[in-house]
Every structure is written in structure tokens, then in C-alpha cells.
């Protein structure tokens, strides 16, 4: 496929860019609740662009959801935006003039240092920030109280020198996501957002897409488990994972674990080897998993975007999502010291959950 299949021709009313699954299939929830009426086509002049990865897993999700999005009517533009040292020059020089015509431009990731500089380049007059996952959360606290964007478990550590460098980018970037006479900003979620900016169009998304597109699924009477990058991200302790991952699979009888498509495959080995759990490798975002099936009557999950996400897709089953809290014992001393509030509030914010006590690590 041509990297830059679907381009789009003089006008682009509406431009996204992506880098993960989770963010494509958002900003397909969003362009589905925004799209004329009856006789026009779906996504009115979107076009997607994907600002691909190098991990295999994410790609392969992303090729995935890109098919999907051209199943909609959408146009796709395939960036190899970090294919080698010359790659975000050509990437960012073949965008300017896209950037530059779209009166729309739907984000999936504002804290994502490649957004951010098409954000300076952009004249767009309505933005769009889309859910990516509880980062979302994160990033309206920041913007509602003028404070730097940065990633939540990074929060409280001291900036290193790439960051002072991008510094200026990054504070243009939360200037422009600012509402203003010559610019609206939305953000379409389904996390809880209690403060919005004041300016700010804050719209629901309750997954109608997906539902209408997949299920309702086959439901199985057994239990799965989603498993989490904690450690990958250095919040949690390894050993401490491992041990809760096979606590709660023998306490709820979970036999399939359903990997994130960040954990490393050392760890995903060991869960198999120690654990005895079936060892899952989604090919798409777990909310089409989940809605198209067959998928266990309870869901086992640690603080993460699916606590949100999955009574949403799933409303109208009768799955049971179960959520158990993260013991701050199982923290690493590299956690930010806002890890334990962060990920507490995702779990006490989450909706038609049940809530369980944090297993008990030996």
C-alpha cells in the first residue's frame, strides 16, 4: 500500500491523526456522532492519518482499525512517521498543506511530542481531542489549570533536556487547545470529566459505533482478565504483577488473559508459564474483542481505560465488569508520586463496575 493512499484532494474539511488503536477507533465513536444525516456519507471529508509506530503489536492493530475506517467510508494516509532519522521531517513537510486547509483537526494523543508540532502548523479553527484511554482525564486537569502537558506517570519527576528543548512547542501547543474567539476546542470522551475548561465542548462517548457494528456477543461462563502495561511503564512491581495476576485467576477462575499491547513478551511468558492463564494477543482494541465475542460473563481488570470503556460497549449484555484497586506496596520507588491518587481515581470513577479489594501479594 502506498504510504499515502487516500490522499485527499483541494479541501480537507476534517484531518485526524493517530498513533494508536485505541485513538482510531475514537475518532471513528466520534465522526459516526457527527455525521450528517440520512443522505450524506458518514465522516463528512475525513481524513486519517496514521503517524504509525515501530511496535509490531500496535502496527498490527493499527493496519487492523485502518481497514475498518475505509469499511466507513473514510480516507487513510499511512505515515512511516518514525521510519528512520530523515522520517519526521519528510512526515511533517508532506502534512503542511494538509494542516494548513483543514478548517477541523481531531487528535487522539495532545501530549504526543509529533501532535503537538502539527498543532503549530495547523490553522484549523475547531479542534478535536478524542479519547486516549485515561490519559484523557490527565490531560483536561492540565489544561483546565494552565499547567504543562505531561503524561501522568511521568508527572512529578524533573524535565530532561529533551524536554526543556521542546518546551516552546509544548506551551504553543496548550495555548492553541485553549478555546478562544478564533478557535473552539472539543473533547469527545467517555472518561468522567468532573472540570472541563472553561470554553471547552465536552461530548459523551458512549460507543454507539461499535455496538451498532459488532455483537452482541457470544458470553461464556467463565472469566477473562485484561492485563495492563503498569510495568512496562514502571509504575508496578513485576513480581508484585505476577502474583496478583495469579491471585485474582484463581480466586474468579479466569482461564484467558487478554495482553496489552505494550507488555513485553518476557513477562507475557512468564504469566503463561506461572499462571497457566491463556496468554491473548488481540488483534483489535478490547472493545471490539469484547462486543463481537465470545468473551467471559466476568471481566477482570486492573485501573485502566477499560473500566470505562467496557460497560459501554458492552451495555445491554449481562457481562460484569470487576475492577481491583492497585496496593501502593506494589509500586516501584520510580513511580511518580502521583501514581496511587491517579490510578485510585480511575478506578472510583468508573461506572456499572464492580469494585474488588487489591489481592493480597504474599
Given at each position: 500500500?502506498?504510504?499515502?493512499a487516500?490522499t ?16 482510531l477507533?475514537n475518532?471513528?465513536?466520534?465522526a459516526h456522532a ?5 443522505q ?5 471529508g475525513l481524513?486519517?492519518v496514521?503517524l504509525s509506530?515501530?511496535d ?11 481497514d ?7 480516507q ?5 512517521a518514525?521510519?528512520g ?6 512526515t ?6 494538509l494542516l494548513?486547509?483543514?478548517?477541523r483537526?481531531v487528535?487522539g494523543?495532545?501530549f504526543s511530542?509529533y ?7 495547523t490553522?484549523?479553527?475547531?479542534l ?12 483536561v486537569?492540565q ?24 518546551a ?12 478562544s474567539?478564533?478557535r473552539?476546542v ?19 462517548n458512549?460507543?454507539a459505533w461499535?455496538?451498532?457494528r459488532?455483537g ?5 461462563k ?8 503498569l ?5 508496578v512491581?513485576?513480581?508484585s504483577?505476577l502474583?496478583?495476576v495469579?491471585?485474582?485467576a484463581?480466586t ?11 507488555e513485553s ?10 499462571t497457566?492463564?491463556e ?6 482494541p ?11 460473563r ?6 485502566s481505560?477499560?473500566v ?6 458492552l451495555?445491554?449484555t449481562?457481562?460484569?465488569?470487576a475492577?481491583c484497586?492497585?496496593?501502593p ?7 511518580s ?8 481515581g ?7 463496575v464492580h ?8
Amino acid at each position: 500500500m502506498s504510504p499515502h493512499a487516500g490522499t485527499p484532494g483541494p479541501t480537507s474539511p476534517a484531518l485526524a491523526f493517530v498513533e494508536s488503536p485505541v485513538q482510531l477507533l475514537n475518532v471513528l465513536e466520534w465522526a459516526h456522532a457527527h455525521a450528517p444525516r440520512a443522505q450524506e456519507a458518514p465522516g463528512g471529508g475525513l481524513t486519517l492519518v496514521v503517524l504509525s509506530p515501530t511496535d509490531p503489536m500496535t502496527r498490527g492493530q493499527l493496519r487492523r482499525m485502518a481497514d475498518l475506517a475505509r469499511d466507513e467510508g473514510h480516507q487513510v494516509r499511512w505515515e512511516e512517521a518514525r521510519g528512520g532519522p530523515a522520517a519526521p521531517f519528510q512526515t511533517i513537510g508532506g502534512l503542511t498543506p494538509l494542516l494548513r486547509r483543514a478548517r477541523r483537526v481531531v487528535m487522539g494523543d495532545p501530549f504526543s511530542r509529533y501532535v503537538q508540532l502539527l498543532l503549530t502548523i495547523t490553522k484549523a479553527r475547531e479542534l478535536v481531542v478524542v479519547d486516549d484511554g485515561t490519559a484523557t482525564m490527565e490531560f483536561v486537569a492540565q489544561l483546565a489549570g494552565g499547567e504543562r502537558l505531561v503524561r501522568w506517570h511521568r508527572k512529578g519527576g524533573r524535565p530532561g533536556p529533551r524536554d526543556l528543548v521542546f518546551a516552546p512547542v509544548s506551551s504553543s501547543a496548550r495555548r492553541r487547545l485553549t478555546p478562544s474567539a478564533r478557535r473552539s476546542v472539543e473533547i469527545f470522551s467517555s472518561m468522567p470529566i468532573d472540570r472541563a475548561p472553561d470554553g471547552v465542548t465536552v461530548t459523551a462517548n458512549d460507543f454507539a459505533w461499535t455496538r451498532a457494528r459488532f455483537g452482541p456477543p457470544r458470553i461464556t461462563k467463565g472469566a477473562d482478565m485484561v492485563g495492563t502495561s503498569l510495568v512496562e511503564t514502571g509504575v508496578v512491581d513485576g513480581d508484585s504483577y505476577l502474583e496478583a495476576v495469579r491471585g485474582l485467576a484463581r480466586t474468579h477462575g479466569a482461564t484467558r488473559y487478554f495482553a496489552h499491547r505494550r507488555e513485553s513478551t518476557e513477562k507475557l511468558h512468564r504469566l503463561a508459564v506461572e499462571t497457566d492463564l491463556e496468554i491473548v494477543r488481540p488483534d483489535l482494541p478490547l472493545e471490539l474483542i469484547a462486543r463481537r465475542g465470545p468473551i467471559g460473563r466476568t471481566i477482570l481488570s486492573f485501573p485502566s481505560t477499560v473500566v470505562h470503556t467496557l460497560p459501554l460497549a458492552l451495555a445491554g449484555t449481562d457481562v460484569r465488569v470487576a475492577v481491583c484497586d492497585i496496593d501502593p506496596a506494589w509500586l516501584t520507588e520510580s513511580a511518580s508520586p502521583r501514581a496511587q491518587g491517579f490510578l485510585s481515581g480511575v478506578t472510583g470513577t468508573a461506572r456499572d463496575v464492580h469494585r474488588l479489594s487489591a489481592v493480597i501479594v504474599a
